[in-house]
């Protein structure tokens, strides 16, 4: 099979903004308690932060990480992770019905986060609390000095603010499940209330907004309208939320489904433009797709457990290659909405469902997942370049004109570079591969690499080393045009200078 490409050097789709390769830690199972902190473990500093995570997790290069929930937030009083540790309530945590120490807390996941090269993305609670809990956190978290929360941030040990710039107006909640669900209506006024007061407090932050959990919500659309019309004007972004499941286990349907979070995307930009029409406004507002992964492997042990465990093993993934190359052709997805979406974060970051594993007393582990991942993020930075792709396509149970190739294209300036991502979806056809770039003078090849001859079900849970990027030695340059060989079922990156 065969797939062709163009592009042209001044035709920008859009500037990436680097907060679209951010994460997620929850206090949730072992993210937190046994995984980045685990103050017993040979690796851990001063703090109890596991070094050899920090290191794995500086290899993602991650920019953001959305903190401390998730449902969890819902329920979360934050004044119980400040003061002295030993004086910390425990609490009965009821969105994944553990018991919550509080050992980690505001200050640790702030130092965490300087060690760990990102900033945090703070979600406030607006299931259980409201206004003042979100305007007090925001005085405590950014005010430089001379008031009551701002003071006593400093007596804890915080002598500058932590200026934390994006923040989320609590999570999900459009769903049943959450502690303090909402109708549109009432999310929305509380939404639009809690917003003013935080931009009163500092008019330098930006705000998220609860978007659907996802677009199988039978409020989806509607809930998008209502809440925007009520908040629009005080917030910067509206959220949405995806995983991807495969219980069927149809390689052809389950690698389609990206093109579910394409559809996703453009839909709510058109609501947020539909309301922006309607409000007569000159304020666009962005996409923060601050949760995307694939979560099922874990479901039915997650099941049967039972209640009130400290940091139990829930929501731990183990990935395969198939995921992989899903993984891969989101992250292609979101760079070629990175027009709109402009803060995505995967889920999550450490032991659930996530790219990076930890054994309690023993090693770090990568997921199938953290290779895409890890070479979007380092090398995808920049702007998105228009591409004009041909591709054969198929059709699968539930999606119609699949194409076989996925792909994006990445124009990064300040190196030089250009850099294509791509994912061949069919299983059995090798494509050849022939991108004509324009604008471009001595292009040469720096490198191409492939994530590739893997068995589909493949995971690294018992050879860590087990998978890998490798050299796709198929690629060469010929004046404008870059030509070579993407495997069957393959996550590829070819990068090239100019
Ligand atoms: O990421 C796991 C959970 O998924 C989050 O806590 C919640 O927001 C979503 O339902």
């Not at 450490?350 to 090693?363: L, Q, S, W």
Request: proline letters at 4%; hydrophobic letters at 35%; a negative charge.
């Amino acid at each position: 099979m065969k797939a062709t490409a163009k592009l042209n050097k001044d035709t920008i789709l859009a500037n990436i903004d680097s907060r679209i390769y951010g994460s997620f830690v929850e206090h949730l199972g072992r993210a937190v308690y046994d995984g980045i902190y685990e103050p017993n473990h040979p690796s851990a500093n001063e703090l109890g932060f596991r070094e050899d995570v920090i290191e794995v997790i500086n290899e993602l290069n991650v920019p953001l990480v959305r903190y401390p929930g998730g449902n969890f937030v819902s329920g979360y009083n934050w004044e119980d992770g400040i003061g002295p540790v030993e004086e910390r309530p425990k609490r009965l945590e009821l969105a994944w019905r553990s018991v919550e120490t509080n050992e980690v807390g505001l200050h640790e996941f702030m130092k965490w986060a300087d060690l760990a090269k990102t900033e945090v993305n703070m979600a406030v609670n607006l299931g259980t609390r409201g206004i003042d809990e979100a305007r007090n956190l925001l005085e405590y978290c950014n005010h430089p000095e001379g008031t009551y929360y701002s003071d006593l941030r400093k007596e804890n040990g915080a002598e500058e603010p932590f200026n934390i710039k994006t923040w989320c107006l609590g999570n999900e909640m459009d769903g049943p499940w959450q502690i303090g669900h909402k109708t549109a209506e009432e999310y929305g006024r509380l939404a639009e209330e809690t917003a003013k007061a935080m931009k009163l407090v500092d008019d330098t932050i930006e705000l998220v907004l609860c978007g659907s959990s996802s677009s199988k919500m039978p409020t989806f659309g509607e809930w998008e309208y209502t809440v925007l019309e009520h908040a629009y004007e005080y917030v910067d972004f509206l959220s949405l939320h995806l995983y991807w499941e495969n219980f069927e286990n149809d390689t052809a349907n389950y690698l389609a489904k990206s093109v579910e979070m394409d559809k996703f995307i453009k839909g709510v930009v058109a609501i947020c433009d539909a309301v922006k029409a309607k409000k007569g406004s000159d304020k666009q507002i962005n996409l923060s797709f601050d949760e995307w992964n694939v979560w099922y492997h874990s479901k039915d042990a997650d099941a049967k457990r039972e209640p009130w465990d400290i940091a139990p093993p829930l929501l731990e993934d183990i990935y395969n290659f198939e995921d992989a190359l899903l993984v891969g052709c989101g992250l292609i997805t979101l760079l070629n909405n990175a027009d709109r979406v402009k803060i995505a974060c995967l889920a999550q970051l450490v032991n659930v469902i996530a790219p990076v594993m930890t054994i309690k007393d023993g090693e770090v582990w990568k997921q199938p997942i953290f290779y895409p991942f890890m070479q979007a993020s380092n090398y995808g930075r920049g702007k998105v370049l228009r591409l004009d792709v041909k591709s054969d396509t198929y059709d699968s149970i539930e999606y119609k004109d699949v194409p076989f190739v996925e792909t994006t294209a990445i124009l990064n300036e300040d190196k030089n570079e250009v850099v294509i991502f791509a994912v061949n979806r069919s299983q059995d056809q090798e494509m050849n591969f022939e991108t004509q770039l324009d604008g471009f003078e001595n292009l040469s090849l720096i490198e191409a690499t492939e994530l590739a001859d893997y068995e589909l079900k493949q995971t690294t849970e018992n050879d860590h080393n087990g998978m890998d990027v490798k050299k796709n030695d198929s690629f060469s340059v010929e004046n404008d045009l870059v030509s070579g060989t993407f495997k069957p079922l393959s996550w590829n990156m070819i990068r090239l200078s100019y």
